[in-house]
């Protein structure tokens, strides 16, 4: 089961068990949730979308809004800084399709600026799930209060699932190893990157707000890497800002060229971005600097 | 807060300490008789307001504060640093707002979900802030749905540079919408307008003020 298939699943189950949860979509999703009082299709109408969700926060309900990253976060981003933030109301946004699942689609359907994009936004939870058997939590964490969250999900998945809520050590080097922070799917390909490297990497799904302190608590070296699924260098001023008295240096690794302008699959995305398991290792040498470890 | 017992004709008074103003005329606002109707006479205490159409807030601070909805010293520091009252209205330092607005083309999604809830709502747009495409996504899926527990009230001072051919009143028609034209400046006839419930519709009053 997909993530996707899996969050549709949890949401009918949580319309029947918690009368505060309604769902607002644009037509997509609307095939896979069931007919129900409190699911409502507004049509491909993403500005009211967001307005309706806000409404139905004002009345007192949980509002679970699902399209597409792009016609989620982008298209109605200003519903989404003005009818939830400043209205001061919550709302669960849960994408689907993240930087490049839509590899065939083209740009129109990809969306790595959502995570930074929502990043400069006061308040938000942001979730970025590696695995489909995380989603549970995570939606359960998101229906039970009344603040922002942003749920990003996506078929790329890592081999096992994880609690990333909090930061999480997968692999423990010297003390002095670099310190690799993989978010969400981009964990496997990180440890694979990695495997023969003396490394530290961990494992973080929420990316806000961001775990500063246990950053702070967990990092020993003064080589630090960030891999993102997403836009580079989305947390690189979070990093910077919980390591700001200790010396260090940053390698930030995620999607530089949003407009890759290509199609294949998402594989052939991941690569392309530097993202698979070569392309951060070609990273990682090059910026190490360490002859021996580039003709490993 | 208490009832205050002022009247509409105290609402000159006030608006000249929103604004330091004691030689403005008045009339010349255009959404004053509608937002004073509504406060006055139609609005139940179940029933949500919204003020879509955030410029020019201050016959809608004027009104709150005759209501007794925002206290009346805060008219004295209108827009300064320390004051509740903007030149848009911020709903989490006056709750009486209903929503922030500013943005144009906000109040009607977000009227839309609350009606959607089974709230009673009414939402003040201007004819200008009809332009915004994001009115029109509410008014087609609120008339499809037969959303009858929201009112629409278009203050039409006539201000959108393209118009609306037919009169804004038609668009709204043609989306399922109960829709009536009324003077803007008749208390009785914008009353009657805004009492009166769709039946098995969303409901329109336009209010035409001349400029």
Not at chain 1, 218 to 234: F, G, K, S
Not at chain 2, 37 to 59: I, M, N, Q, T, Y
Not at chain 2, 97 to 119: D, E, F, K, T
């Amino acid at each position: 089961m997909t993530m996707r298939e899996r969050f549709y699943a949890l949401a009918a189950a949580a319309l029947e068990r918690d009368e505060r949860v309604a769902i607002v979509l644009a037509e997509i999703g609307a095939a896979q949730l069931p007919q129900h009082p409190r699911v409502f299709n507004v049509g491909i109408r993403e500005q009211l979308m967001i307005g309706v969700a806000a409404g139905l926060a004002f009345e007192g309900y949980r509002p679970l809004v699902h399209s597409y990253a792009p016609f989620l976060v982008e298209r109605p981003f200003e519903q989404v800084k003005l009818d939830l933030g400043h209205q001061d109301v919550g709302a669960a946004l849960v994408s689907t399709g993240a930087s490049y699942d839509a590899s065939e689609s083209g740009r129109t359907h990809q969306a790595p600026e959502d995570v930074p994009l929502l990043a400069t936004l006061p308040g938000w939870t942001i979730d970025v799930p590696g695995h489909p058997a995380e989603l549970d939590a995570l939606l359960d964490d998101a229906l039970a209060g009344d603040h922002r969250v942003y749920l990003r999900l996506t078929d790329e998945e890592n081999a096992a699932a994880r609690d990333g809520r909090r930061l999480r050590i997968v692999r423990r080097g010297s003390d002095r190893a670099p310190f690799v922070l993989a978010v969400g799917p981009a964990l496997d390909q990180a440890l694979a990157a990695t495997a023969d490297v003396d490394a530290t990497v961990a494992y973080l799904t929420r990316v806000r707000p961001f775990p500063a302190e246990a950053l702070r608590a967990a990092v020993q070296a003064d080589e630090v890497v960030l891999v993102e699924p997403y836009l580079a260098a989305t947390s690189a001023g979070a990093v910077a800002d919980a390591l700001r008295d200790r010396p260090h240096r940053l390698l930030s690794l995620g999607i530089r060229d949003p407009e890759l302008r290509r199609y294949g699959t998402p594989a052939e995305h991941r690569a392309a971005h530097g993202l698979d398991a070569a392309g951060i290792r070609r990273s990682l040498d090059a910026w190490r600097g360490d002859p021996a470890l580039a003709a490993a | 807060m208490a009832a205050t017992g002022l009247t509409y004709d105290d609402l000159p008074g006030l608006l000249e300490r929103l604004t330091g103003d004691e030689k403005h005329d008045w009339s010349s606002l255009s959404t004053l008789d509608v937002l004073w109707v509504l406060h006055d006479r139609v609005l139940g205490p179940d029933d949500a307001f919204l003020l879509s159409k955030g410029h020019g807030p201050a016959a809608f601070y004027a009104v709150l504060g005759a209501k007794g909805l925002v206290p009346l010293d805060e008219l004295d520091r209108f827009a300064s640093f320390g004051s509740i009252l903007g030149r848009h209205p911020d709903r989490v330092l006056v709750p009486a707002a209903g929503i922030g607005s500013g943005s144009l083309g906000h109040g009607l999604p977000i009227a839309v979900g609350r009606a959607l809830a089974g709230r009673r709502v009414f939402v003040l747009v201007g004819d200008g802030e009809l332009d915004e495409g994001s009115n029109w996504e509410a008014v087609q899926y609120a008339g499809r749905v037969q959303l009858e527990t929201l009112t629409a009230v278009v203050v039409d001072n006539f201000t959108s540079t393209y118009h609306w051919p037919g009169g804004v009143e038609a668009r709204f028609r043609l989306e399922g919408w109960d829709a009536v034209r009324v003077d803007g400046r008749d208390h009785a006839a914008l009353a009657e307008a805004l009492a009166a419930r769709g039946a098995g519709a969303p409901r329109c009053v336009v209010a035409e003020v001349r400029p």
